[in-house]
């Protein structure tokens, strides 16, 4: 068995393919700007799977608070439903961002289904947020070779992350703060969620309620945080 799937693989082997497809910052399909430089202070905050109204206002609040610039990435259906969100994202300066449209897990799908996931996800959010993504993350960040062809095609740099929390799971807000302060390095590409990929109605309360607590560590930790345009260049 082992000895078949390294045919098939060839040099790679089963385990680098599938980390090429499900590791964030994996480089096996192409390039993915996943952290800073590492020997400075700069972090960068990121925002999945948006916007929704029980989080995404409070958020942008707080980062309007704090100077704090970030990355929103839209989940297309959603900036459709809330196109006034994905403008006040836009219009505050943080950089606008794509996450396909329906939030598809995109490995095990084939070219014209992830053209059409991460250009009708680019399309809603460039017509709700009323200017055009700069950047992609893939949902969960599982990709596939179509994936880096079809945003080599479009120009879309494909981000990653260095750090999650799974504030997704919910499990509070002074938890989500806890393993952010406790994870953070300088460079990192922190991943937090202001909506739910697969829930509309999703609750991502605790992590706008932590925010203020992990900008106030940041800044006590002597971390500034910095607009991840500064890395797509
Ligand atoms: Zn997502």
């Known amino acids: 068995m082992i000895g078949a799937l390294a045919g098939v693989c060839g040099v790679l082997g089963a385990g680098g393919l599938a980390a090429g497809a499900l590791l964030p910052n994996a480089r096996l399909f192409g390039p993915v700007v996943g952290r800073g430089a590492p020997d400075g202070r700069s972090v960068y905050l990121t925002f999945d799977d948006g916007p929704s109204p029980r989080a995404t206002p409070s958020i942008l609040d707080t980062l309007a608070l704090e100077g704090a610039p970030a990355t929103f990435f839209m989940v297309g259906r959603y900036a459709e439903s809330h196109p006034e969100l994905a403008r006040a994202v836009a219009s505050a300066g943080h950089l606008v961002g794509s996450h396909t449209y ?11 289904t992830v053209r059409r996931e991460i250009g009708e996800g680019h399309r809603a ?4 947020a009323g200017v055009e993504p700069e950047a992609f993350r893939a949902p969960h960040g599982h990709r596939n070779p179509f994936v880096d062809r079809t945003l080599r095609g479009m120009g879309c740099p494909l981000v990653g992350w260095t750090l999650g929390v799974w504030d997704s799971d919910r499990p509070g807000a002074d938890e989500i ?14 991943l937090l969620h202001d909506g739910d990929g697969y829930d509309p109605d999703g609750d991502r309360s605790q992590t706008a309620e932590a925010l203020p607590g992990i900008l106030d560590d940041l800044r006590r930790d002597g971390y500034a945080v910095r607009p991840l345009a500064e890395l797509l260049a």
Request: hydrophobic share 40%; proline share 7%; aromatic share 0%.
């Open 125 to 128: 959010v460039a017509r709700a």
């Open 177 to 190: 703060r806890r393993r952010a302060r406790s994870g953070m390095r300088p460079g990192t590409v922190l």
């Open 102 to 112: 329906t939030h598809r897990k995109l490995t095990l799908l084939g070219p014209a």
